[in-house]
């Protein structure tokens, strides 16, 4: 049966006939490049250690989604913070705008996870056991031999190590060293958690690769659709490489690519920058390296491809950084972090709650009308608190309180059950009352309803 074959190029890491075209880029270790190299050990190695970081007692980045807590670089904040997460969910989103709009897709190339260990850890152990971009390629229509099979085997070894780290992340490093270090049988949920994200990231990297930017990373659309012509990428300047020869520096009335495609061989996605702007470009620069030791090569200048942007290409005028786009984002971005501070500073050590305890709203006992209410309590602090409550303006009331004061742990929430006690002739129907919630640091006060017998329902 004949295979059906693209009229076109449809994704480079595809073939004409939908088979897998694998990119092996080969390595031009330029000026580029070597900056590239000591920002990603930098970045692996806070990757690696941020999660046994400790800040104000507690990870410094633990995100607790079963929990529903989140530490942040030394701030807490519970479920109960809606409005603070919304504001650091809205910065985030802003900051990426602004970055984007200023650096292009800067985080993809050089800070990106995905990038950061492909290109860095990944790739130069590929390039270490199988040889250069040439000797993979052999590999590749050979299959596989015993120093493929090492490599596969150091990269499980990689991913369980780096599925550890990911997932210590929202779990915390103590429940992690317990799923570890204990029998599978105890901690079978967790034992799973950890083969199974270590087999993702393991197919990620061994086999997915490159896919993950050109086909899955939605951040990756969502960097596109932010880009302007004045922003920074990686371009080809085309009216001074063209009309290209092939493989003659100084043909005359010629441009200055010689359509060696050392660009395109060493460009981890598998795309030829001189067809312009592509979306599968993540702005890594290797591109630009490879261009540059041509360059050098043939002696011409360096910069044919290099970073820049399409405004600066077509007028040759540098691009101004401070544009009316980039001050609107910054000045939300600004705003949107004043009002995390002040939101933040004016949020008090704890919620509270008082709220009606189940069945009838009010008892009748002798002489005396009891509500029964329920008080719950978010302790945001850094410490153990008791909470105990008491009436303000009622001194005909008594608090009858056998479960408070209430313990409750730094971080945890708590709740206890309580009534008050009112003599029958001074409540009718419904009686405002203020009750102040606390300990000796810090009173709130809280507004309720009393009810009692032949009253309007409030
Ligand atoms: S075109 Fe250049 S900058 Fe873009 S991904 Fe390829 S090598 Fe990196
Ligand atoms: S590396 Fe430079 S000279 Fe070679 S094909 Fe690419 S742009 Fe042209």
Same mark, same amino acid.
């Given at each position: 049966m004949s295979v059906p074959v693209a009229p076109q190029r449809v994704l480079p890491t595809l073939n004409a006939d939908g088979t897998r075209n694998r990119i092996r880029p080969r390595l031009y270790p330029g000026r580029l490049h070597r900056r590239r190299r000591a920002v990603a050990l930098a970045l692996m190695a806070l990757f690696l250690s941020l999660p046994f970081l400790r800040a104000n007692g507690h990870p410094a980045m633990l995100l607790d989604v079963v929990n529903r807590k989140f530490f942040l670089f030394g701030y807490t904040f519970l479920a109960t913070d809606g409005a603070l997460l919304m504001l650091v969910l809205l910065s985030v989103f802003v900051a990426i705008a602004l970055v984007t709009a200023l650096l292009g897709r800067a985080w993809c190339g050089w800070a990106c996870p995905q990038t950061v260990y492909m290109e860095f850890l990944f790739r130069p152990l590929e390039r270490w056991l199988e040889g250069p971009r040439e000797a993979q390629l052999r590999l590749d229509r050979s299959g596989a031999n015993a120093r493929r099979v090492a490599k596969n085997v150091i990269y499980l070894g990689l991913s369980f190590l780096l599925a550890n780290v990911f997932l210590a992340y929202f779990v915390g490093t103590d429940v992690l060293s317990r799923w570890v270090l204990e029998a599978p049988t105890k901690h079978g949920g967790g034992f799973g958690i950890v083969l199974v994200t270590t087999g993702l990231v393991f197919f990620d990297f061994a086999y997915f690769r490159e896919q993950m930017c050109t086909v899955a990373c939605p951040y990756a659309r969502l960097q596109a659709v932010l880009l302007d012509p004045k922003s920074l990428l990686i371009a080809y300047d085309e009216p001074r490489g063209e009309p290209r020869s092939k493989g003659k520096a100084k043909t005359p009335g010629h441009g200055d690519c010689i359509d060696c495609r050392a660009c395109v061989v060493s460009c981890p996605t598998g795309i030829d920058i001189r067809e312009g702007l592509q979306l599968e470009c993540i702005a890594c620069g290797q591109c630009a390296d490879a261009c540059d030791s041509i360059m050098d090569r043939i002696k011409k200048p360096r910069g044919l491809v290099r970073y820049s942007s399409q405004q600066t290409l077509a007028t040759g005028r540098a691009t101004r950084l401070l544009r009316p786009r980039v001050i609107v984002y910054a000045l939300v971005?600004?705003?949107?972090?004043?009002?995390?501070?002040?939101?933040?500073?004016?949020?008090?050590?704890?919620?509270?709650?008082?709220?009606?305890?189940?069945?009838?709203?009010?008892?009748?006992?002798?002489?005396?009308?009891?509500?029964?209410?329920? !008080?719950?309590?978010?302790?945001?602090?850094? =410490?153990?608190?008791?909470? &105990?409550?008491?009436?303000?303006?009622?001194? +005909? $009331?008594?608090?009858?309180?056998?479960? !408070?004061?209430?313990?409750?742990?730094?971080? =945890?929430?708590?709740?206890? &059950?309580?009534?008050?006690?009112?003599?029958? +002739? $001074?409540?009718r129907g419904a009686r405002h009352v203020r009750l102040r919630v606390g300990d000796e640091h810090e009173f709130q006060t809280v507004e309720y309803t009393l009810m009692g017998p032949q009253g309007d329902t409030p």
């Open positions: 971005l600004v705003g949107l972090l004043s009002a995390l501070v002040f939101v933040g500073k004016r949020r008090p050590e704890a919620e509270v709650t008082v709220l009606r305890g189940v069945g009838a709203p009010f008892s009748v006992t002798g002489q005396q009308v009891v509500n029964q209410l329920r !008080l719950k309590v978010t302790n945001r602090s850094e =410490e153990s608190r008791r909470f &105990s409550v008491r009436l303000i303006d009622f001194p +005909d $009331a008594r608090v009858i309180a056998p479960e !408070l004061p209430l313990l409750v742990a730094p971080t =945890e929430q708590g709740a206890a &059950s309580f009534f008050v006690a009112v003599p029958a +002739d $001074a409540i």
